[in-house]
């Protein structure tokens, strides 16, 4: 599955902003999809992830209560809302496919396609 991320950007301290991913070449509803981002000099941290009918997300501690995952399984999108942005925010956001069995794989070694990757940056 090729995936495309996009609508990164410039935003300030306490704004929100909505990430889109758009799937395509295969039946997207067979995989579970995430979210990643990796900061300069630091690895690669898991965001958030939800299972293939969208009924139920799993997020990671750092953005809990701010980050929502939402997919469109009818037009091969998923999507990351994220509000209350900080500066400990910014990072390269990644979209990645799964297709584990296990619900909400947290590890990025359980995720086989990933897209491109798209900057937000928040300033303070």
């Known amino acids: 599955v090729q995936l495309q991320a996009c609508g990164g950007g410039l935003v300030q301290a306490g704004e929100s902003l909505r990430l889109s991913c758009a799937a395509s070449?295969?039946?997207?509803?067979?995989?579970?999809m995430g979210w990643f981002r990796q900061a300069p000099g630091k690895e690669r941290e898991f965001v958030g992830t939800?299972?293939?009918?969208?009924?139920?997300?799993y997020y990671g501690d750092s953005v809990k209560g701010r980050f929502t995952i939402s997919r469109d399984n009818d037009k091969n999108m998923v999507y990351l809302h994220m509000t209350k942005l900080n500066p400990e925010d910014t990072a390269v956001y990644y979209c990645?496919?799964?297709?584990?069995?296990?619900?909400?794989?947290?590890?990025?070694?359980?995720?086989?396609?990933w897209g491109q990757g798209t900057q937000v940056t928040v300033s303070s």
């Open positions: 990645a496919a799964s297709s584990s069995m296990e619900p909400g794989p947290r590890s990025d070694s359980s995720y086989k396609y």
């Open positions: 070449g295969h039946i997207f509803n067979m995989y579970q």
């Open positions: 939800t299972i293939r009918s969208g009924g139920l997300s």
